[in-house]
């Protein structure tokens, strides 16, 4: 098992969308193992494979709720379905979401409360989540980037002129960027 270096917001592979997983041989559980790995030493509550480098329709999870359940697993060539946002503004206390391909940063985003996760496990076991709360944000955080889709290209305007800047500043938004956890600290 490896950490893995984790791509930075700007390199094609996390604004294009994945393929669908279907070899699930010995290289699919090595890199699920990677991104176990890569996503605890971040650390994160969810990673993607194009977060990575490799454009597959997967993603690693790990949360615990507020009933103290452990949220663990990996979700493979999932399908989501989500409630409507709600109407209004994001809170900036509440609704504040960050992501591991645009590290350090953090923007309040408004996500749909509840969602239905369907996806098959390494062994390609379906299995069905239903999700409510920042549980639900993980999940559509994570299914984003498997469209090609990052949480500051959905922030309202305000916040999207701010993460714009954010990205001049410091020169992401181009292809090759990447950081690996334990070794570089972006957070400074
Ligand atoms: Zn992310």
């Known amino acids: 098992m490896a950490v893995r270096s984790i791509v930075i917001s700007g390199d094609p592979v996390l604004h294009s969308p994945a393929s669908p ?9 090595v890199l699920v193992q990677d991104m176990f ?9 969810g990673l993607a494979a194009p977060q990575v480098g ?6 690693t999870y790990s949360y615990v709720d507020d009933d103290d359940h452990s949220w663990r697993g990996v979700a493979i060539n999932p399908e989501l379905w989500i409630t409507p946002v709600p109407a209004g503004e994001a809170d900036e206390d509440e609704d504040v979401e960050g992501c591991l391909s645009y590290p350090g940063e953090r923007f309040p985003l408004l996500r749909s409360t509840s969602a239905i996760l369907r996806a098959v496990d390494l062994d390609q076991k379906p299995f069905e989540i239903h999700a409510e709360g920042w549980l639900a944000r993980i999940f559509q955080h994570e299914f984003d980037h498997l469209d090609g889709t990052l949480y500051v290209d959905r922030l309202e305007h305000f ?8 990205t001049r500043k410091r020169g992401w938004g181009i292809p ?3 950081w690996v956890p334990g070794v570089d600290n972006l957070e400074d």
């Open 176 to 178: 090759g960027l990447d």
């Open 159 to 166: 916040y999207a002129k701010i993460a714009a800047k954010v």
């Open 21 to 29: 997983v279907d070899d699930f041989g010995d290289e699919l559980r």
């Open 37 to 45: 790995e890569t996503m605890d030493a971040a650390p994160g509550v």
């Open 54 to 59: 490799v454009p597959l329709r997967l993603f």
